[in-house]
C-alpha cells in the first residue's frame, strides 16, 4: 500500500529545530519517509507559515513534492470550513484558516496524511471533519512520539516496515 503526507508547519519547525520537544520523533518520520519512498508534499500555505520565522531554504525542499494553493483547493477550504460549524473560542481564527486550507489541499489532493505536532488545532479539526464524512485524510501528532503503523491506511500496523506486533493485533 502506498501512502502520501503533507508536511505541517508545526513539524518542518521541529524537524530543523534541535530545541524543540518533539525534533527526534519529527527526524524519526522524516527518515522513515525517506527510506520508504512516501511522497511528502510541501504547500505553499507551510511555506509561507515557516516562512515567517526562518527561510524555507533551511528546509530540504529537494525531497519534496510542492503544492501550489489553487482554486480548487480554495473551493475544498470554504466547504470544509462551512462543515466545522463551530469552532472552539479559543482558536486563534487565522490559524484555524489556515489550518483548514492544509485539509483542504490534502482532501482534494487525496494525501493520505498530515504529519503536525498541532494538537490543539489541525488534528482536532481534522478529526472532527473526519468523523463527519468531510475528510478522509487523517493527522498524525508528535505527541503520541513515532510510531510506523500510524502511516499505515487507517493506522494499522503491517505497513512497508514490518510485520503487525502483537501490540497491533
Known sequence: MSVS????????????????????????????L???NVPMYFSAI?????GIK????????GNFRILEFNVPHG??????????GQRGAEDNRAVVRDDVKLLAQASHEDIDLILTEDASTLHKYCERLRSSGY?????????????ASAL??????????????????
Open 135 to 147: 475528510l478522509q485524510t487523517r493527522a498524525i501528532t508528535l505527541k503520541n512520539g513515532f510510531d
Open 75 to 84: 473551493k475544498e477550504a470554504a466547504k470544509l470550513w462551512n462543515a466545522l
Open 5 to 32: 503526507v503533507l508536511l505541517d508547519t508545526s513539524f518542518l519547525i521541529s524537524l530543523v529545530s534541535e530545541h524543540r520537544t518533539h525534533h527526534a520523533t519529527a527526524t524519526q518520520y522524516y527518515r522513515h
Open 152 to 169: 499505515s491506511e487507517g493506522g494499522q500496523a503491517d505497513w512497508v516496515g514490518g510485520p503487525a506486533t502483537d501490540r497491533d493485533s
Open 54 to 61: 526562518q527561510a524555507i531554504t533551511d528546509l530540504p525542499l
Open 34 to 36: 525517506l527510506k520508504n
Open 46 to 50: 507551510v511555506a509561507a507559515e515557516f
